[in-house]
């Protein structure tokens, strides 16, 4: 078993900046990558940056923004969020997945609880 307990989530003005962290606990931790998937309002789970290794992958509206992260030390990752903007506006998970880089969610085996960002315009 991998638990994953997310925090840093929290309401900021258009431009402001946050950092979101996933701890993970149990299980064979580093046989995974971890992943950041978001849900905005009315939106299905999107796929949002991971890394495995030194390989980091991003999608492109995130792009220059956010900057994945981990402290192998604490086994915790972090998602910098910085210039963000309302679109930004969702609920984040990190998720331990396997496969590809870009994973589906169906990759990914334990999630966090999530942790809702609102970002005014």
């Known amino acids: 078993q991998v638990t994953l307990v997310e925090s840093g989530g929290g309401l900021v003005q258009a431009g402001g900046s946050l950092r979101l962290s996933c701890a993970a606990s149990?299980?064979?931790?580093?046989?995974?990558?971890m992943a950041w998937f978001r849900r905005s309002p009315g939106k299905e789970r999107e796929f949002v940056a991971a890394q495995s290794g030194s390989i980091t992958a991003h999608i492109d509206p995130v792009k220059g923004r956010f900057t994945f992260s981990r402290d192998n030390a604490k086994n915790t990752v972090y998602l910098q969020m910085d210039s963000l903007k309302p679109d930004d506006t969702a609920v984040y998970y990190c998720?331990?997945?396997?496969?590809?880089?870009?994973?589906?969610?169906?990759?990914?085996?334990?999630w966090g609880q999530g942790t809702q960002v609102t970002v005014s315009s």
């Open positions: 998720a331990a997945c396997r496969g590809d880089l870009y994973p589906a969610p169906d990759q990914c085996f334990s």
């Open positions: 149990g299980g064979i931790v580093r046989a995974y990558f």
